[in-house]
């Protein structure tokens, strides 16, 4: 069950899948519905550059985002100030982002606007016990900077959103 102050900061990752694959508009648009009822409430927010990599799909997703009531944090110097201090707390909180592409630009910023807004990141990536030193997830820096994270599948369970199924 939501509580009243809980708010949450949506990664990519989560919308991109969930219209792909998941949760498609064409055979789930009530899901759809609920997370523009959560924006409009405020109860969920994406970064900027959240939405700017969702535009450069130039998709379906796109244009339901562009239209929707999901509130678009933009960087400010408070903002800016939580990025400084993942970098500055943990010297591999820099693989993070990688310079070839692999990882998202905008994954510091989910973390950075979390921080700012005492929300909880929800976000598709697991923690990888690889040790790669090269390589990190966002539920390693949330951890290492005391940033609540959680799966998609926790945040329906959150929301307490519930689904139905009917034939047409």
């Known amino acids: 069950m939501i509580f009243e102050k809980e708010v949450f900061c949506i990664d990519a990752n989560i ?5 792909q694959k998941y949760y498609s508009p064409e055979f789930c648009p009530s899901y ?4 523009n009822k959560l924006g409009k409430k405020g109860s969920i927010f994406i970064p900027e550059l959240v939405y700017e990599e969702i535009e450069k799909g130039e998709d379906d997703l ?6 929707s ?3 678009i944090k933009r960087i400010d110097a408070e903002v800016t100030n939580c990025l400084k201090q993942i970098y500055v707390s943990n010297p591999n909180h820099k693989y993070l ?3 070839n592409g692999i990882h998202s630009k905008a994954d510091p910023w989910v973390i950075a606007h979390a921080m700012k807004e005492k929300a909880i990141v929800v976000t598709k990536e697991q923690k990888d016990y690889s040790k790669k030193q090269t390589k990190i997830k966002i539920p390693h820096v949330c951890d290492n900077m005391g940033v609540k994270w959680i799966d998609d599948f926790e945040f329906i369970k959150r929301v307490n959103l519930k689904f139905t199924c009917k034939l047409e």
């Open 69 to 71: 009531d999901i509130p």
């Open 97 to 99: 982002v990688s310079s």
């Open 15 to 19: 919308l991109i899948q969930a219209w």
């Open 32 to 35: 759809w519905d609920i997370l």
């Open 62 to 67: 796109y244009i339901w985002l562009k239209n």
